[in-house]
Each structure stands twice: as C-alpha cells, then as structure tokens.
C-alpha cells in the first residue's frame, strides 16, 4: 500500500508545489516560514489520505493550507499565563467586603426580589424563565403557550416595571405617589 499512497502523492499533490508556494507567500506574513509550512502541509495530507485516500486532492490540499495557518495563527496568539517575577512581596490592595458594602448589596436585593414580586404573574414567569432560567426566547414560549412576539412584549414590560420600581420608586415616593405608578403600569401590562 505505501508504493501506491506514494505514487498518488506524487501524481495528485505534489504536481501542485507551484501553486501551493504561491498561496502560501500571498496568505502567510513570514516568507521565511513558508518551506516548513508547506513540509507540515505535506506530513498532514499524507497521513491523512493513509487513512482515506481525498476525492479531490487539490481542493484538499488547499483547504488544509488554510486550516494549517488558521492553526499556526491560533497558536501565535495563545498567551502564557506562567508568572513573569515573584508576586509574594506584592502589595496589591485587597478588596474586602466591607459591612456597609454587604448590606448595601443586600438591600439592593431585597428591592429587587420587591420589585420582581410586584410584577404581574405571567410576565414575572416570563422574566424569571428568559433572565433567570436563561431560555431563549423560542423555549419560553413553547413552555408559556404564547407566542415569540408576546414574550418580548412581556420581558419589555418587566424590565420597564422592575427599573421603574428599582430607579423611580424613591423620586415617585418623595413626589406623593407611592406606588400607584407602578400599580398603573402593571395593570397595563396585564
């Protein structure tokens, strides 16, 4: 099987070294690297039609140039992530949590978990499935019985209602109005 693995290399692959050269120094920045591009190209072809000999050999040599320098460029751009020096001396800031900034974060879930009560029940099911469940769109109104159009119109919704609560609520209490806003607004959204 070798001598005929070699024979249909030598009559399928290598009859297109000049052109192959050619693509090679038009695609690849480095014209010095392009005899071991063009070497590795060969080592992968062969072993591969070993295994299963291409139906078309040119179109599969060209397809595994561009696959070869997709690698290489892939490679070129991985970063290492060794430590450069010692980093035990460091005097880098640590960032504790401090008791005000706990309980500032806890509050603010507190007014969320408020807010996101005070939706109506469809759209707060809506808003929990797409943003919490992460389900697209398709799946929530597959689950829901509702249409792809309806779930959008309900996440709008629940996100004007919950920034309302969450960013208007303080402004419309100190103006007098309490919640009634968002009671209006909910109920349009019924």
Known sequence: ???????????????????????????????????DLRQELYVRVYEAAARVVPAQPKSFLFASARHLMTDRLRRSRVVSIEPMGDFEPSSVLVDDVSPERWSGGRQA????????????????EVVW?????????????????????????HIAKGMRMLAAH?????????????????????????
């Open 1 to 35: 099987m070798p001598d005929a693995l070699d024979r249909w290399f030598l009559e399928h692959v290598l009859v297109h070294e000049d052109a192959l050269t050619r693509y090679l120094l038009r695609h690849w920045p480095a014209r010095d690297e392009v005899p």
């Open 166 to 190: 969450l960013f208007g609520g303080d402004e419309a209490a100190r103006a007098g109005g309490g919640h009634e806003d968002l009671d209006d607004v909910r109920r349009h959204a019924d």
């Open 129 to 153: 499935l797409r943003r919490v469940e992460d389900l697209s769109q398709r799946d929530v109104a597959m689950r829901l019985g509702i249409s792809e159009k309806t779930v959008e119109k």
């Open 109 to 124: 879930l507190l007014r969320l978990a408020d807010a996101f009560d005070r939706l109506p029940d469809r759209c707060r």
